[in-house]
């Protein structure tokens, strides 16, 4: 049941960092060419080989963030948590609040048992930048509701993940 709701969780982080990134590139440039290439990417091997594309041609765009997080989310599927901290590790880095990230690599290092009091404190940023979603107008794609249900969903994961880390570092 936790790991549904946290993978729930992921599926609809996933789906606001779409638009978020996209609406953060100049329609037609190289980098949107690309990042189109990417959304459309059919099987995981292509879109990670062009994400690390992107990561290599354009390392200082903002957008780099959504592309360290597709690639974390693309070793999450493969069970490779070296590469799952590596990249959220690397969207931490570039944005500390970004919350997928967090709560990605709190999971992971919980479940490894690897550097436990890492893993709390990266639980407890994420619940800190989940709750204060709540404090934010819903973006354009959302309704009120839809955003509320989305700040909810968020912050359940969010703790669920920190709850876990705190009962394996206990």
Not at 25 to 39: E, K, N, V
Not at 67 to 78: A, D, K, T
Request: net charge negative; aromatic share 8%.
């Amino acid at each position: 049941m936790k790991r549904n709701i946290v993978l729930i969780g992921f599926v609809v982080l996933s789906l606001a960092w779409v638009t978020n990134a996209s609406a953060q590139l100049i329609a037609g440039s190289p980098q949107d060419r690309l990042y189109q290439q990417i959304s459309a990417a059919a099987n995981p091997e292509e879109k990670e080989r062009l994400c690390l594309e992107f990561e290599a041609q354009f390392s200082e765009s903002d957008v780099v963030v959504d592309i360290h997080v597709m690639l974390m989310e693309i070793y999450v599927q493969r069970n490779d948590s070296g590469k799952v901290i590596e990249f959220g590790e690397k969207a931490i880095e570039r944005d500390d609040d970004n919350i997928a990230a967090l709560m990605t690599v709190s999971r992971t290092l919980a479940v490894a048992r690897q550097q436990l009091p890492k893993a709390v404190r990266y639980g407890e940023r994420a619940v800190a930048a989940a709750e204060n979603l709540g404090d934010q107008p819903p973006p354009p794609q959302y309704s009120q509701e839809q955003w509320m249900q989305y700040v909810e969903s968020t912050l359940s994961a969010a703790r669920t993940i920190l709850s876990y880390a705190r009962s394996i570092s206990g």
